[in-house]
Nanobody, 124 residues
Protein backbone atom coordinates (compact mmCIF):
# COMPACT_ATOMS: atom_id res chain seq x y z
CA UNK A 1 0.00 0.00 0.00
CA UNK A 2 1.02 3.54 -0.69
CA UNK A 3 -0.45 6.50 1.14
CA UNK A 4 -0.47 9.89 -0.56
CA UNK A 5 -1.04 13.24 1.11
CA UNK A 6 -1.41 16.43 -0.90
CA UNK A 7 -0.75 19.93 0.39
CA UNK A 8 -0.35 23.46 -0.89
CA UNK A 9 -3.81 24.19 -2.22
CA UNK A 10 -5.57 27.45 -1.56
CA UNK A 11 -7.07 30.59 -3.00
CA UNK A 12 -5.14 32.56 -5.59
CA UNK A 13 -5.95 35.33 -8.05
CA UNK A 14 -6.01 34.87 -11.78
CA UNK A 15 -2.47 34.87 -13.12
CA UNK A 16 -1.00 33.83 -9.82
CA UNK A 17 0.98 30.74 -8.85
CA UNK A 18 0.68 27.85 -6.44
CA UNK A 19 2.88 24.89 -5.66
CA UNK A 20 1.29 21.62 -4.66
CA UNK A 21 3.14 18.83 -2.94
CA UNK A 22 2.33 15.16 -2.60
CA UNK A 23 4.12 13.08 -0.01
CA UNK A 24 4.11 9.31 -0.33
CA UNK A 25 4.52 6.80 2.46
CA UNK A 26 4.21 3.07 2.81
CA UNK A 27 5.54 0.95 -0.03
CA UNK A 28 7.63 3.68 -1.58
CA UNK A 29 10.43 1.36 -2.62
CA UNK A 30 8.72 0.52 -5.90
CA UNK A 31 9.30 2.63 -8.97
CA UNK A 32 5.97 4.37 -9.43
CA UNK A 33 5.11 6.91 -12.03
CA UNK A 34 3.10 9.69 -10.41
CA UNK A 35 0.45 12.01 -11.67
CA UNK A 36 -1.95 14.79 -10.85
CA UNK A 37 -5.60 14.78 -11.74
CA UNK A 38 -8.28 17.32 -10.98
CA UNK A 39 -12.02 17.47 -10.65
CA UNK A 40 -14.05 20.63 -10.93
CA UNK A 41 -17.59 20.90 -9.54
CA UNK A 42 -20.06 19.11 -11.78
CA UNK A 43 -17.33 17.73 -14.03
CA UNK A 44 -15.55 14.45 -14.39
CA UNK A 45 -12.07 13.93 -13.10
CA UNK A 46 -9.46 14.84 -15.70
CA UNK A 47 -5.79 14.20 -16.18
CA UNK A 48 -3.44 17.11 -15.61
CA UNK A 49 0.16 15.99 -15.65
CA UNK A 50 2.37 12.99 -14.90
CA UNK A 51 5.99 12.08 -14.42
CA UNK A 52 7.97 8.87 -14.72
CA UNK A 53 9.72 7.33 -11.75
CA UNK A 54 13.08 8.60 -12.97
CA UNK A 55 11.69 12.06 -13.65
CA UNK A 56 12.99 11.89 -17.19
CA UNK A 57 9.60 11.69 -18.85
CA UNK A 58 6.66 14.01 -18.29
CA UNK A 59 3.24 14.06 -19.86
CA UNK A 60 0.99 17.10 -19.89
CA UNK A 61 -2.62 17.81 -20.71
CA UNK A 62 -2.84 20.42 -23.45
CA UNK A 63 -4.68 22.76 -21.13
CA UNK A 64 -1.69 23.15 -18.82
CA UNK A 65 1.26 23.02 -21.20
CA UNK A 66 3.56 25.94 -20.70
CA UNK A 67 1.98 26.79 -17.34
CA UNK A 68 2.34 23.74 -15.07
CA UNK A 69 5.53 21.93 -14.17
CA UNK A 70 5.80 18.58 -12.42
CA UNK A 71 8.89 17.39 -10.59
CA UNK A 72 9.80 14.79 -8.04
CA UNK A 73 12.32 14.14 -5.32
CA UNK A 74 12.53 10.39 -4.84
CA UNK A 75 14.78 10.79 -1.82
CA UNK A 76 11.90 12.58 -0.11
CA UNK A 77 9.16 10.46 -1.70
CA UNK A 78 7.53 13.66 -2.82
CA UNK A 79 6.27 15.10 -6.08
CA UNK A 80 5.51 18.72 -6.80
CA UNK A 81 3.19 20.59 -9.10
CA UNK A 82 4.19 24.15 -9.85
CA UNK A 83 1.21 25.98 -11.29
CA UNK A 84 1.80 29.32 -12.97
CA UNK A 85 -0.48 31.62 -14.88
CA UNK A 86 -3.51 30.21 -13.12
CA UNK A 87 -6.90 30.67 -14.72
CA UNK A 88 -10.40 30.40 -13.31
CA UNK A 89 -10.85 27.14 -15.20
CA UNK A 90 -8.03 25.64 -13.14
CA UNK A 91 -10.29 25.74 -10.09
CA UNK A 92 -10.75 22.18 -8.91
CA UNK A 93 -9.80 19.61 -6.33
CA UNK A 94 -6.37 18.32 -7.26
CA UNK A 95 -5.53 14.70 -6.62
CA UNK A 96 -2.14 13.07 -6.51
CA UNK A 97 -1.94 9.50 -7.79
CA UNK A 98 0.65 6.74 -7.96
CA UNK A 99 0.76 4.31 -10.83
CA UNK A 100 1.80 0.68 -10.67
CA UNK A 101 4.04 1.32 -13.67
CA UNK A 102 7.21 3.36 -13.96
CA UNK A 103 6.05 5.24 -17.07
CA UNK A 104 3.48 8.02 -16.89
CA UNK A 105 -0.05 7.72 -18.21
CA UNK A 106 -3.05 9.95 -18.62
CA UNK A 107 -5.47 7.16 -17.80
CA UNK A 108 -6.81 7.18 -14.29
CA UNK A 109 -7.28 3.43 -14.39
CA UNK A 110 -3.50 3.04 -14.49
CA UNK A 111 -3.17 4.58 -11.06
CA UNK A 112 -3.67 2.34 -8.06
CA UNK A 113 -3.24 4.83 -5.22
CA UNK A 114 -4.88 8.20 -4.71
CA UNK A 115 -4.64 11.02 -2.23
CA UNK A 116 -7.57 12.78 -0.62
CA UNK A 117 -7.18 15.89 -2.74
CA UNK A 118 -6.46 19.54 -2.14
CA UNK A 119 -8.67 22.42 -3.22
CA UNK A 120 -7.33 25.03 -5.62
CA UNK A 121 -9.52 28.06 -6.21
CA UNK A 122 -8.61 30.73 -8.73
CA UNK A 123 -10.53 33.97 -8.41
CA UNK A 124 -10.80 36.72 -10.98
Amino acid sequence: QVQLVESGGGLVQTGGSLRLSCAASGRTGSRYAMGWFRQAPGKEREFVIAISWSGGTTYYADSVKGRFIISRDNAKNTIYLQMNGLKSEDTAVYYCAASTASVPSSRGLNYAYWGQGTQVTVSS
